[in-house]
């Protein structure tokens, strides 16, 4: 089998909760998908607020594998 290792950095809303780019993450597992991978496993990590109104950062890590 073959792996692929991919990091995302999901931006919370400055407003509000939840992600303001969930489809970036959608067009990163779309694009290994049709390079036949599947998502194995996803982590997340949170960095904290970034500036004044600032939402969170969410390190999201995506392992890809190959059958």
């Excluded at 950095?9 to 407003?15: A, D, F, Q, S, T």
């Excluded at 303001?20 to 067009?27: A, D, M, P, R």
């Excluded at 036949?36 to 950062?57: E, P, Q, V």
């Amino acid at each position: 089998m073959k792996y692929i290792v991919l990091q995302v950095i999901l931006k919370e809303k400055y407003i509000g909760t939840g992600s303001g780019n969930l489809t970036e993450l959608e067009n990163v597992i779309n694009a290994q998908a049709e390079k036949g991978y599947r998502l194995h496993t996803i982590t997340t990590a949170s960095s904290g607020s970034k500036g004044f109104l600032g939402g969170d950062r969410i390190q999201a890590t995506l392992v890809f594998e190959k059958l």
